[in-house]
């Protein structure tokens, strides 16, 4: 499974990321997991399973999911809450239920 995390590039995002590849070693879950500006977002949707959204880039989020779900691909909005608190093992459970979902 691949996911990506689009964003307007902070290193908060970053961070994220990190913690989300810790929770997957620790569920050993076979993923990879990225964060790309939102500029990068319709050259990395064809390389990757599920796109969520940061909540600093919401504005973006219908024309993505339109265009997901148009490759047949999984997105979704990170909730504001779990983003500030770096849950990255939430937020990986919302990717992988977001792929299982195809």
């Known amino acids: 499974m691949k996911i990506f995390l689009c964003c307007s590039a902070g290193m908060s995002t970053s961070m994220l990321v990190s ?16 964060a790309y500006s939102i500029t990068e977002f319709e050259q990395r949707l064809s390389e990757n399973d599920v796109c969520l959204v940061a909540p600093q880039v919401k504005f973006k989020f219908d024309h993505f999911k ?21 849950k990255g093992d939430v937020i990986l459970d919302q990717a992988v239920g977001l792929y299982k979902s195809l």
């Open 19 to 34: 913690k989300m590849k810790n929770a997957a070693d620790e569920k050993g879950l076979d993923c990879e997991i990225n």
């Open 66 to 86: 339109q265009r997901a779900q148009e490759e047949g691909k999984a997105c979704d909005l990170i909730d504001m809450l779990n983003y500030g608190m770096m």
